[in-house]
């Protein structure tokens, strides 16, 4: 006899929300906090990456052809041409060795320099993502969780640090990042799609910080179980704001655009918490919503 429930269980899995809503929603909520959304995303921004602000930093270290005296500028050598050695073949031929044993070395003490501080400082940009960057993006999603139903409060940002889970809020980021690296390795697709799997954990953390990481990656997979593809198609329609950013240096980005992605991704995380609590995969008592002064 066929299960009756087996149709019921597949139709729970089936989308409950459309872009067309999520989005209205998204612009009815930023009329309450506007200009505190802006300030919010651009410091998520800044901290944590968490949006795009076309602002290649790289561009600081890409001109290596500044010279002095012709040498480009960490070749410390260069002034040993200056001397004045006799006009002599041997004495020549000696000094030439010399000079090129010199500015082998001199180029080599620079380039392992420049790579020591280049290791230096992607493990100081990596431990601050971890410490203050992580954390402050899950307090952005409590700010706009929590303007859903009134106004939220610029200190929301600090939730992570005064939650006191802010170790277990730190861990599960850490592994996020962690898992998506190495599922990215297998041909790039996989980690896009277990990036879209793991996107409702900023929203769990920030809701309950201190959920345990396995029940936190448990909730994020059921939530999305089935709605990946419609989260893709949600990101992709937000392609043309994301041009408008491009074309205006991210002036654009800053002012409009990132709260109004950020608003609209809240709105996603209420939808498919709905979806997760109407199935019973969770209960309020797990996810005790946003209300209260944290």
């Known amino acids: 006899m066929p299960d009756m429930n087996a149709g019921k269980e597949k139709e729970s899995y089936k989308v409950m929300w459309t872009r067309a809503e999520l989005k209205f929603n998204a612009k009815s909520m930023l009329q ?41 500028w ?28 010199i500015k082998s070395v001199g180029s080599l003490g620079m380039a392992t320099l420049f790579l020591g501080l280049g290791l230096w400082l992607s493990l100081m940009s ?27 409060r610029f200190e929301m940002l600090l939730y992570a640090f005064r939650s006191g889970h802010f170790m277990n809020v730190v861990g599960i980021m850490l592994v996020v990042g962690i898992k998506t690296f190495l599922w990215s390795l297998l041909f790039i697709i996989p980690g896009i799609v277990k990036s879209y799997e793991y ?20 909730l994020t997979r059921e939530m999305t179980y089935g709605q990946k593809g419609d989260i893709f198609v949600l990101g992709l329609s937000f392609i043309l704001w994301k041009m408008l950013g491009a074309v205006t240096c ?24 709905g979806n997760a609590m109407h199935r019973g995969v969770t209960n309020s008592f797990e996810l005790p919503g946003f209300y209260g002064a944290w």
């Open 32 to 72: 309450r906090c506007f200009w505190m959304a802006v300030v919010v995303c651009l410091i998520t921004a800044v901290f944590s990456s968490e949006f795009e602000t076309n602002y290649n930093f790289s561009d600081r270290f890409s001109d290596q052809n500044n010279s002095w005296y012709g040498e480009s």
């Open 126 to 152: 990596i431990l601050f993502y971890i410490f203050i960057g992580a954390p402050l993006l899950v307090g952005a999603k409590r700010f706009f969780m929590c303007n859903r139903e009134s106004q939220g």
């Open 250 to 273: 991210g002036l654009a980005n800053i002012l409009y655009v990132n709260p109004y992605i950020a608003a609209t991704y809240a709105e996603l995380y209420t939808a498919l918490r």
């Open 74 to 101: 960490w070749d410390t050598s260069w002034y040993l041409d200056e001397f004045d050695v006799p006009d002599n073949f041997a004495v020549r031929s000696i000094y030439n060795n010399v000079l090129g044993i």
């Open 199 to 218: 996107s409702m954990i900023p929203y769990i953390l920030a809701e309950n910080p201190g959920i345990p990481m396995d029940r936190a990656f448990a």
